[in-house]
DNA sequence: GAGCACTGC
């Protein structure tokens, strides 16, 4: 979100008590600032190129100020006359949350008027919004709701260069939209595909939210759609092929130069020879590449490394491994050194070294789990996901593995179509599993609890063990651990916090209460930044799956039945124990250990299930609960038979 | 007996 960086030296708060006259010099200050801007300048050739064409490459470096100038240009421009509003999407919370505070201050009006963010959990907008800021997640959710988009007449995809995995669905959906919405109307979404099936799948379904499937006789009454692609890369030609030939324009930005040194010899031990360049002076992290801006950077350490994520779509296996940067990636990092002034940016390699490096890092869509996105897709009636088309096309082998696992959970049909089950799913705002579980524990009266289970689930480590005091930790997590497992053990945690957090309610405040939460929480040593996480998942799941007509009702002390559905749910992920101790998935055949972080860890069960699987010493699973392999035969008898 | 950079609905 280079756009904000401007500004990190000045904020323009409003003050409540500030006279007129404070206000007006204020005003003209932000003016000032405004017309400075790099891209002041072509204010109205922008304006122009956009009426011009219906999609646009905006290539802006850095501080060019796109991402809070464009949408008052287009603002001023007329492009709000007809009712339509103005849509920036961002990959990150915070960048939407940032920018529009900014831009509403930019013009003059308190925020969520005029100018608004809309973030899960939050939205900051109103009847009067024109200008909305949300993160790309929560436009893909919008699109579930209103898949024309309706309200927007212009939408931004800003940092598209990132290629998040909903940037880049994100980009083919709009794709498909503005197809739906423009002159054209009689042609049908989805026209790219060969299968004459394509986004008519679900015509006749009334039932659901679904039927707003993209009919080109439908889009006849809204107006073309805008789009602009923002990228901060050079590389603006992969988005303008892939939108046929769109136009694409450069803004300039506002950058010192940054003086390169590379190595004269390979280094083989990356953190001395960091430690020993920083001591000579920021080490290049993943934090120098994005928005977050750190003020006073001159000089930058590249390491020539990245941690990065990757997933075995075969096996179903996260891994966490160092690779080397790309070529974009390090160019990223040394531009952070040039924000304020001329810098210097030390790369930790020989320059062949970087010659070799990949230009790019490989788009998330190329290495992550799929069923997510799959689902959303046919929930939007693209039933064809494996012709979708994608800016670039996840591996076959990784979506058809999601539509096995999706099959598995009944919300795929044999036909391939989605089920009933699986439009539900695809309402909730969870992993795909985690949705059939709050379904299967409405039919097992259990889903009080597999609220809060999948809650906390969905967030980062709940515990946390400081090394200085791991022992303390230890007999903190000692309190709430279940010898069943880990999710009862999470489920204790919720509770016990939950009714804390009640209990401080009736004498205090809400804002106290939440204070001494997290004053319990460090005294618990859990983290309390994932459980107020968690506690807002689950107010809000609880809040869909109310409007879905769940039963929500609690198995009490019944912990039985509690495990018997998690089996019922989880089943994809269960492992059963060898002669030795470790065990082995039963449906990839992977052996693996029980992660030390588990309660049961040492207890070492004979047949478990398995949230997560994660390599990186060895393999490990995470998130484990004891299970009676019966149940799985009872439970999912078209994966699991009596064993000799 | 581990090792966690970041982000999202």
Same mark, same amino acid.
């Given at each position: ?19 007129? #006259? ?39 470096? &850095? ?48 925020? #969520? ?23 790309? #997640? ?21 940092? +598209? ?91 300039? #930005? ?8 590379? &190595? ?8 001395? +020879? ?15 590449? &994005? ?149 299967? +524990? ?131 992920? +269960? ?70």
């Amino acid at each position: 979100m280079p756009g904000a960086n401007n500004f990190s030296r000045n904020s323009y708060l409003h003050h409540p008590n500030q006279t007129k #006259g404070e206000f007006f010099a204020r005003k003209q200050k932000i003016e000032q600032r405004r017309k400075k801007l790099p891209i002041a300048a072509v204010e109205r050739r922008l304006v122009e190129e956009v009426r011009n064409n219906d999609t646009l490459i905006i290539v802006g470096e &850095t501080g060019s100020g796109k991402t809070t100038q464009i949408p008052q240009y287009l603002f001023k421009g007329g492009f709000c006359r007809d009712g339509g509003i103005i849509g920036i999407t961002q990959p990150r919370r915070v960048a939407a949350i940032t920018v529009a505070k900014r831009v509403s201050e930019e013009c003059g009006v308190p925020l #969520g008027q005029k100018v608004g963010y809309a973030i899960r959990f939050e939205d900051v907008t109103s009847g009067l919004t024109k200008i909305k800021y949300m993160t790309d #997640g929560l436009l893909l959710r919008e699109a579930l709701l209103d898949p024309y988009l309706s309200k927007y007449s212009v939408i931004i995809v800003d940092e +598209a260069h990132e290629r998040t995995i909903h940037t880049d669905v994100l980009l083919g959906l709009l794709k498909n939209v503005q197809k739906a919405r423009s002159k054209g109307i009689n042609e049908v979404v989805n026209t790219d595909h060969n299968n004459s099936n394509n986004g008519h799948a679900s015509e006749g379904r009334i039932d659901n939210q679904n039927n707003g499937i993209l009919k080109p006789g439908q889009a006849k009454k809204y107006n073309p759609l805008k789009l602009i692609i923002m990228s901060a890369s050079l590389d603006a030609r992969v988005f303008s092929e892939y939108f046929g030939g769109a136009r694409a324009v450069h803004v300039q #930005g506002r950058q010192f130069p940054v003086d390169i040194f590379y &190595t004269h010899k390979p280094e083989t031990d990356c953190i001395d +020879a960091a430690l020993i360049t920083i001591f000579q002076v920021i080490l290049a992290t993943n934090i120098a590449e &994005t928005s977050v801006t750190i003020p006073g950077i001159k000089y930058v350490v590249d390491p020539g490394l990245v941690k990065a994520r990757t997933y075995d779509p075969k096996m179903g296996v996260d891994s966490l491994i160092i690779v080397t940067t790309s070529k974009a990636q390090a160019l990223q990092r040394s531009g952070r050194a040039g924000r304020e002034g001329p810098g210097k940016c030390y790369r930790l390699y020989q320059e062949s070294f970087f010659e070799k490096l990949t230009d790019s890092t490989l788009p998330e869509i190329k290495r992550c789990d799929l069923s997510n996105v799959v689902l959303q897709l046919k929930a939007l009636g693209i039933d064809d996901v494996i012709n979708f088309d994608f800016i670039e096309k996840p591996d076959r082998t990784a979506i058809v593995n999601s539509l096995w696992s999706l099959y598995l959970l009944g919300a795929v049909t044999e036909e391939n179509k989605l089920s009933d089950v699986g439009y539900q799913m695809a309402k909730l705002p969870l992993d795909p599993v985690y949705s059939k579980a709050l379904i299967v +524990a409405s039919q097992f009266g259990c889903l009080k609890e597999m609220l809060i289970c999948v809650a906390m689930l969905s967030v980062e480590s709940i515990f946390y063990a400081p090394r200085e005091k791991l022992e303390e930790s230890r007999n903190a997590l000692k309190s709430f651990a279940s010898p069943d497992g880990d999710h009862l053990t999470l489920l204790n945690v919720y509770r016990a916090a939950d009714e804390f957090f009640q209990k401080n309610k009736m004498v205090n405040s809400e804002e106290k209460a939440e204070k001494s939460l997290r004053k319990w929480c460090k005294d618990n040593y859990i983290n309390s930044r994932s459980l107020k996480h968690a506690r807002d998942i689950h107010s809000q799941i609880l809040r869909n799956v109310e409007q879905m007509g769940l039963r929500v009702t609690s198995c009490e002390d019944d912990m039985l039945l509690f495990r018997r559905c998690l089996a019922a749910s989880f089943f994809l992920k +269960a492992a059963m124990k060898q002669p030795d101790g470790v065990y082995r998935v039963t449906l990839s055949g992977l052996i693996v250990q029980i992660h030390p972080s588990s309660v049961l860890f040492r207890a070492k069960p004979e047949c478990i299930i398995f949230n997560e699987l994660v390599h990186t010493n060895h393999s490990y699973v995470r998130n484990v609960s004891r299970i009676d392999y019966l149940w799985l035969v009872e439970l999912a008898p078209h994966l699991y038979a009596l064993q000799d």
